[in-house]
């Protein structure tokens, strides 16, 4: 059972230009949240996507946006990188949405560099 | 805005012995928390969890400890073994919702 991956593993952008970064669930979950972890820092929620559509979002700029597909997996695209940017984004899957204390799978995550 | 906070950045224990990893919330509305365990290079991974309804959870060698009065939970391993060295996350979550808060983290090295 493939659990959550994330590609691509590594990324170097420019300031000012967009990514597009790729998850895909665990097996049976339907959930995908978002997150962003910088250097010494814990992750920070972006937003969560169930059933196609943004469910709750943290607090990011509309630069951050997502899409979830139908087969449950999901895209963050980051618009206008800034350096600022440069971090750790880690997609974590779960099964169901309004459900606290839920177990979260995380993905290895993508490491983005913008230079 | 920091609800979940972990002050200590390390913590460095002998195998056998206990670590105590700590954690910090201001938000009095989080209904669960957890800790997650982090290897480089991966993601993190579920530890244990406990609900704002109970004061001790066990799994094992971990415990977790919740003092919702202080606003305080911590994370018990006993004993320590090398293999638990990484770093640490404690996050929060509300009844009605499952993003989480996470702490900064906490580098936990268990020396042989």
């Known amino acids: 059972d493939a659990g959550v991956t994330q590609s691509p593993t590594h990324l170097i952008k420019t300031r000012g230009q967009q990514v597009t970064l790729r998850c895909s669930p665990k097996?049976?979950?339907?959930?995908v949240s978002w997150y962003q972890q910088a250097l010494g820092q814990g992750p920070q929620f972006i937003f969560q996507?169930?059933?196609?559509?943004?469910?709750q979002r943290g607090n990011f700029p509309d630069r951050f946006s997502g899409h979830q597909f139908p087969n449950y997996s999901s895209e963050l695209n980051v618009n206008a990188l800034l350096l600022g940017d440069s971090a750790l984004y880690l997609c974590a899957s779960s099964l169901g949405t309004g459900v606290g204390g839920t177990e979260a799978f995380f993905g290895q995550g993508t490491r983005l560099t913008v230079v | 805005d920091q609800q979940v906070k972990q002050n200590s950045p390390s913590l460095s224990v002998q195998e056998g012995r206990i670590s105590i990893l700590n954690c910090d919330y201001t938000n009095s509305m989080f209904d669960y928390f957890l800790w997650y365990k982090k290897y480089p290079a991966e993601g993190p991974t579920f530890l244990i969890s406990?609900?704002?309804?109970?004061d001790k959870n066990e799994d094992g060698r971990f415990t977790v400890f919740l003092n919702k009065s202080a606003k305080h939970l911590s994370l018990h391993i006993v004993p320590s073994q090398p293999g638990d060295s990484a770093v640490y996350f404690c996050?929060?979550?509300?009844?009605?919702?499952?993003?989480?808060?996470f702490g900064a983290g906490t580098r936990l090295t268990v020396k042989p």
């Open positions: 406990i609900s704002s309804i109970k």
């Open positions: 996507y169930y059933e196609e559509e943004e469910r």
């Open positions: 996050a929060a979550s509300s009844y009605n919702n499952n993003d989480m808060r």
């Open positions: 097996s049976g979950h339907d959930t």
